[in-house]
T-cell receptor, first 115, second 111 residues
Framework: DGGITQSPKYLFRKEGQNVTLSCEQN?????MYWYRQDPGQGLRLIYY???????QKGDIAEGYSVSREKKESFPLTVTSAQKNPTAFYLC??????????????FGNGTRLTVT | RKEVEQDPGPFNVPEGATVAFNCTYS??????FFWYRQDCRKEPKLLMS???SGNEDGRFTAQLNRASQYISLLIRDSKLSDSATYLC????????????FGTGTKLQVIP
C-alpha cells in the first residue's frame, strides 16, 4: 500500500542533543513538507522540498535542518539550537496532476519530548 | 488578516443535528481547497476536496464561493464519531504547491 511512514512514533531526548526524524513516502510525490503542531495550535510549516536536492525554509525553520537526497525521503533534524523542540511533528507529501494541486497526505507523526 | 481563517469553536451539538463551518481565505488566486479532519493527537486526514460547483459525500457537503472567498462544510445528522477538529486548507499556484492550513474548528457531538 502506498503511504507515508514516519518514525519513530515517540522520541525522548535530553536537552542539547540533536535528533533526526525520519519520513519516507512511496506515493511518488514530488513535494514533501515538515510541519510542527503544538497542543491546541494549528500546523506551522518548518521546511518544504519541491524536488530532490532542493528545499526551502518555511515559517519556523530556525533550529531545524533537512535534506532531500532521494525523492522518497525527507528527514528532519531538530538541533540543539531549537529553543522549544517538544512538539508533534508531521511529515506530508503531495504532487500535482492535471493542472490542479492534489491534497497532501500525512504520516502518523512523531511526538518529540525534550527534557 | 490571516491567510486562512476559521472560527476555532468549539461547536457543541447534539447527535442528529446539522452543523456548518465556514472558512475565509485572503488570496483571490488560490486554486484548490480541501477539508481535513484531525482527531486528538493524530495526523490530519483528508475529508473532502471542495469544487466550484459544490460537492457532497454522504452526510458531508462542501461549498466554494470564490467571489466572497470562503468555503463551507455542512455536516448533516451528526454522529458522535464526527467529533474532531476540522481544518480548512487552501493551496496556491506558484513555484511550489503552497499549502495554507486554517487553525481548525473543533466539533463536539453530544449524546
Amino acid at each position: 500500500d502506498g503511504g507515508i511512514t514516519q518514525s519513530p512514533k515517540y522520541l525522548f531526548r535530553k536537552e542539547g542533543q540533536n535528533v533526526t526524524l525520519s519520513c519516507e513516502q512511496n506515493l511518488n510525490h514530488d513535494a514533501m513538507y515538515w510541519y510542527r503542531q503544538d497542543p491546541g495550535q494549528g500546523l506551522r510549516l518548518i521546511y518544504y522540498s519541491q524536488i530532490v536536492n532542493d528545499f526551502q525554509k518555511g515559517d519556523i525553520a530556525e533550529g531545524y535542518s533537512v535534506s532531500r537526497e532521494k525523492k522518497e525521503s525527507f528527514p528532519l533534524t531538530v538541533t540543539s539550537a531549537q529553543k522549544n523542540p517538544t512538539a508533534f511533528y508531521l511529515c506530508a507529501s503531495g504532487g500535482t496532476s492535471s493542472g490542479y494541486n492534489s491534497p497532501l497526505h500525512f504520516g502518523n507523526g512523531t511526538r518529540l519530548t525534550v527534557t | 488578516r490571516k491567510e486562512v481563517e476559521q472560527d476555532p469553536g468549539p461547536f457543541n451539538v447534539p447527535e442528529g443535528a446539522t452543523v456548518a463551518f465556514n472558512c475565509t481565505y485572503s488570496n483571490s488566486a488560490s486554486q484548490s481547497f480541501f477539508w481535513y479532519r484531525q482527531d486528538c493527537r493524530k495526523e490530519p486526514k483528508l475529508l473532502m476536496s471542495v469544487y466550484s460547483s459544490g460537492n457532497e459525500d454522504g452526510r458531508f457537503t462542501a461549498q466554494l464561493n470564490r467571489a466572497s472567498q470562503y468555503i463551507s462544510l455542512l455536516i448533516r445528522d451528526s454522529k458522535l464519531s464526527d467529533s474532531a477538529t476540522y481544518l480548512c486548507v487552501v493551496t496556491d499556484s506558484g513555484g511550489y504547491q503552497k499549502v495554507t492550513f486554517g487553525t481548525g474548528t473543533k466539533l463536539q457531538v453530544i449524546p
